[in-house]
């Protein structure tokens, strides 16, 4: 309504106003020597802008004020090289209800009630792409191509899938009864929501897919790295 809020690779949110895009207010967090390429996208949501920072805490800012409404360590830098004490969180967060679902890149996935910042449950894993929900499970991929659906109650894995391993794959989308992960390669994989299995691949582009993939109905949406916008109508296995 009244802010648009940017976030930048040099750990900064800025709140602008959405008429005359005057910086309101900038959050700056604190940066760490090594970082991975990227960022998050800010949610706004009950007066708050939250969103993850290299120094994997997720932060809610107050949209009129700018100050700190709460914040939450998702990872924990740990180790004796930067390289290990890496923690970003660069993937898309999901808003379910007041539920906020985030991961960090060495560190874990993490339920939050977005109105008071109170961590709900956690699960180790290690992920840049992000996370999604579909079926009452919270979809992630593992850095190591690990595809699971975790309870959204907090309650354990309800599948997993490691057939895709290393394959550098994009943000889960659910469509459907499926769920759609791409690969480096530029293969579109279809899994089943209700146990994980792969039961469909087509190609999509030899330069892969790193944007979010968004679904509407049966259609999914894919942008790749080479630039095309593509729509493919997911049917149901015969």
Known sequence: GKYVVSQTYDGKLVGLDFETGEIQWTYISDVPVLTLRGTGTPI?????????????????????????????????????????RLVDIDGSMTLQGNQLYVASYQGRLVAIDVLSGRKIWQHNVSSVSGVNVGFGNVYVADDDGTVSAFLRDGQGVRWQNIDLGYRDLSRPTPISSYVAVVDFEGFLHLLSQ?????????????????ADMISSGARLYVYTNSGKLKAYDVEPRK
């Open 194 to 210: 209700v146990d994980g299995e792969i039961v469909g691949r087509t190609k999509v582009d030899g330069s892969g897919a790193r």
């Open 44 to 84: 706004l949501v009950g007066g708050n802008a939250v969103a993850g920072f290299a120094e994997g805490k997720v932060v809610a800012i107050n949209l009129r004020s700018g100050n700190v409404a709460w914040e939450v360590r998702i990872g924990i830098p740990e180790g004796s090289s930067e390289i290990e």
